[in-house]
């Protein structure tokens, strides 16, 4: 059986003017492997503003026409060029965009739900499931005549996670689901996931809150300057984290507040500046000679997919 | 030294207050972290407390003080998004040295790297910019710090290392934090006490 979506070595840049016109390549995602199945969740964990948004622009074939594109998107085995994008968006595949900006402000809210259709009997159809999928998340007859505006957070996150399931998809892309919210919402909008998932849904958690992603998910894949670091069983973020095996994301964990909020030298370089070698190596304490000059490419090690010359088994 | 807010009132409508009747103390030896849900006005309590919202009922004052307006104000407030708080046509040392001049031994633990004083703002990261934000802020005249939401923009890397040495050198110079966030875990670390922001505010 195949994979339900995969992607491989998927890479994206922009060219940018920065000094008159002078331009320069500014790479977000590089090399980028990983894959989900359905009745799974995998969560691709990365910092603000690390353009991870733009993988799930890229799967659904909406980035901007000035990125470059590099890697092969499959869906059940098949390659998704342009056209196969465009057919599979919205239907089998559906987006539950990051912000609430994403809803149109002069549009009632039941009308952007359904989407645009000029069939009487089908528009009909549509509103009904519309209603029903409404019911099932608690949102009220009231809300369909609503403008956006007129939502509270919460009840906007409902509403982008109904529209999204309008169409029975098979894959689910959520971008950022949980933040600006408070806890009894994050928590509600967590259930809604985990339930999807056991319908058999296969999803795509993009976030930068290790909590949503240590809750939902069953796997985490790990990104660090836009490089795939580890792809790792959520399990294995537990204890004092002696079953994650790259420097970083040990480190990531062992900072949690609620775990030891330990103190790792070091910052995250911009874009602008990514180093050569292995993206983490200017911070690592656990460096050897090739990851000055050397990419690491993603191997295997104990089950977890890694990008690391010196991985940390045996628990060090 | 203590800062006070007492029994602040504030309304963007009329009739519609979001601050009602707020008391606030802080040492200057202590992190008080104050939390509360999104939209409930913590924000709004920050700017009237560092002097950004001027209209409000009530009275901030330091050793029952006011605060004189004129001068360097002493409470700074350091925001969730630095990017939005810095002149994007000023390389970061002219956005640094707005406010002071810091040491580089400050520099150093702050981890700021001197070729980023010649950079854009727009060309560093985010937990970058916030290591300025935060040097920025402290300024020898400042007495009272206000974090809202200093760290939920970065990772957990990151937010260790602004906290520790925000931490260490407010209480080497004996300044006063408040530090709010929704993140319970992050305040049961770094702060002293927990206020939780809708028992205080009197709606």
């Known amino acids: ?316 | 030294m203590y800062l006070n807010a007492n029994n602040i009132s504030y309304a963007y409508k009329k009739n519609k207050p979001i601050l009602k009747n707020l008391s606030i103390s802080i040492p200057d030896n202590k992190v008080i972290g104050l939390m509360g849900d999104s939209g409930s006005g913590k924000s709004t309590l920050c700017k009237v407390i560092s002097g950004y919202i001027k209209n409000y009922t009530g009275t901030v004052t330091l050793d029952n003080n006011l605060i004189e307006t004129k001068d360097f104000y002493p409470i700074q407030l350091i925001f969730q998004h630095p990017e939005k708080t810095m002149n994007p046509k000023w390389k970061m040392h002219k956005v640094l040295s707005e406010s002071w001049n810091p040491p580089q031994e400050l520099m150093d633990t702050f981890g700021l790297k001197d070729n980023w004083l010649g950079r854009w703002p727009n060309e560093l990261s985010g937990g970058e910019l916030q290591r300025f934000s935060i040097l920025r802020a402290l300024n020898p005249k400042t007495k009272f710090i206000i974090a809202d939401e200093i760290s939920t923009m970065l990772d957990a890397v990151t937010q260790v290392q602004i906290w520790d040495a925000l931490l260490d050198y407010c209480k080497q110079n004996k300044i006063g934090i408040l530090a709010v966030s929704h993140d319970k875990e992050l305040l049961e670390v770094i702060a002293d006490d927990i206020l939780l922001f809708n028992e205080i505010n009197k709606l």
């Open chain 1, 1 to 316: 059986m195949s994979k339900l979506l995969e992607v491989e070595k998927l890479s994206i840049s922009f060219s940018q003017y920065f000094k008159g016109l002078e331009q320069r390549e500014l790479t977000v995602l590089s090399d980028l492997t990983m894959d989900v199945d359905d009745h799974e969740i995998l969560a691709v964990l990365g910092s603000s503003g690390s353009g991870k948004s733009l993988l799930a622009h890229a799967i659904l074939g909406i980035l901007p026409t000035n990125a470059k594109v590099s890697g092969s998107i499959r869906y059940k085995g098949k390659e998704m060029d342009d056209e196969l994008k465009e057919q599979l968006r919205g239907n089998v595949i559906s987006f539950i965009p990051q912000s609430v900006n994403n809803l149109n402000p002069l549009m009632k809210v039941k009308d952007q739900a359904i989407g645009y259709t000029n069939n009487e009997e089908e528009k009909q159809k549509l509103m009904k499931k519309q209603r029903e999928i409404f019911n099932q998340y608690k949102l009220a007859e009231n809300v369909d005549d609503m403008y956006p505006f007129q939502l509270s957070g919460g009840m906007a996150r409902k509403v982008l996670i109904s529209t999204a399931l309008l169409n029975d998809p098979e894959i689910i892309i959520a971008d950022e689901p949980t933040p600006g919210l408070d806890e009894q919402a994050v928590e509600e909008t967590i259930n809604n996931l985990i339930e999807l998932k056991e319908k058999g849904i296969g999803m795509i958690l993009i976030t930068h809150d290790i909590h949503t992603a240590i809750e939902t998910s069953d796997r985490i894949a790990i990104l660090y300057l836009g490089y795939v670091i580890e792809v790792t069983d959520t399990k294995n973020f537990s204890g004092e984290g002696e079953k994650l095996l790259h420097p970083y994301t040990r480190s990531l964990y062992r900072a949690l507040p609620e775990t030891e909020f330990e103190l790792t030298e070091g910052h995250q370089p911009s874009y602008l500046h990514i180093p050569k070698g292995c993206p983490y190596h200017e911070n690592c304490p656990y460096q050897v000679r090739e990851c000055h000059y050397e990419l690491p490419e993603l191997r295997e090690v104990n089950g977890t997919v890694i990008r690391c010359f010196n991985p940390l088994v045996d628990g060090e």
